[in-house]
């Protein structure tokens, strides 16, 4: 089993910045590929960027391209999602998820790909 806790959200003006965590316990976690998604009220969850196994690929949804940074300490068992320049349209719940099969882009889009979820961590934008 793996467990995932997501810390970091808030409250915060437009053009500011916030570091979501991810601490990961449970199994290898250097053997995941892990990934951030995000549901706002009254939509679904979407997908914001993944990292996977050893750190060398990301990959960015266009929404949060060249804002969002994914990176990971695989020392401290952690993935991080560093925001920058936010935007009210960035409120929403995030969540972090993990996935130990080796799985394309398209699929590490999707939500139905990923095994483990966290609970998910507040961030709200104020115009």
């Known amino acids: 089993q793996v467990q995932l806790v997501e810390s970091g959200g808030g409250l915060v003006q437009a053009g500011g910045s916030l570091r979501l965590s991810c601490a990961a316990s449970?199994?290898?976690?250097?053997?995941?590929?892990m990934a951030w998604f995000r549901q706002a009220p009254g939509k679904e969850r979407e997908f914001a960027a993944y990292?996977?196994?050893?750190?060398?690929?990301?990959y960015y949804a266009d929404s949060v391209k060249g804002r969002f940074t994914i990176s990971r300490d695989n020392t401290k068992n952690t993935v991080y999602l560093q925001m920058n320049s936010l935007k009210p349209e960035d409120t929403a719940v995030y969540y972090c998820?993990?996935?130990?099969?080796?799985?394309?882009?398209?699929?590490?889009?999707?939500?139905?790909?990923?095994?483990?979820w966290g609970q998910g961590t507040q961030v709200t934008v104020s115009s």
């Open positions: 990292i996977r196994l050893t750190g060398g690929t990301t």
């Open positions: 998820a993990a996935v130990t099969s080796y799985l394309s882009t398209r699929d590490l889009r999707r939500t139905e790909s990923f095994g483990y």
């Open positions: 449970g199994r290898t976690f250097s053997s995941y590929t």
